[in-house]
């Protein structure tokens, strides 16, 4: 059986940092794509950083350049988050996923695997 598992959400406030940790079983991380994706309330799911499977150069939504940027330890089996200086427009529920395919950018949701079961992050002023 195939499980993403996420944890590190939390509240914190602005200019805070927040590592979020997503961790694959029943698949070996190696070989996958990893992106990392977030829902604002009344708004859609957006990629906010992913990784090639061929490639350790993260792609970084330019929202959230210099701040936000996603990483993979395959020995672990994990990928991370590591959000920086959050802002309030960083508040969401935070998703990880994996994807059977390279990518340049965040592909789009369909295209993705399996996934986390989200996680709240919230930023207060």
């Known amino acids: 059986q195939v499980q993403l598992v996420q944890s590190g959400g939390g509240l914190v406030q602005s200019g805070e940092s927040l590592r979020l940790s997503c961790e694959l079983s029943?698949?070996?991380?190696?070989?996958?794509?990893i992106g990392w994706f977030r829902q604002a309330p009344g708004k859609e799911r957006e990629g906010v950083s992913c990784l090639s499977r061929d490639d350790n150069r993260p792609y970084i939504d330019e929202s959230v350049k210099d701040r936000i940027t996603g990483s993979r330890n395959n020995a672990k089996n994990t990928m991370y988050l590591q959000m920086d200086n959050l802002k309030t427009e960083d508040t969401g529920v935070y998703y990880c996923?994996?994807?059977?395919?390279?990518?340049?950018?965040?592909?789009?949701?369909?295209?993705?695997?399996?996934w986390g079961q989200g996680t709240q992050v919230t930023v207060s002023p």
């Open positions: 996923a994996v994807g059977k395919f390279p990518t340049r950018n965040c592909a789009p949701l369909g295209w993705w695997n399996f």
């Open positions: 029943g698949r070996t991380l190696e070989g996958y794509s």
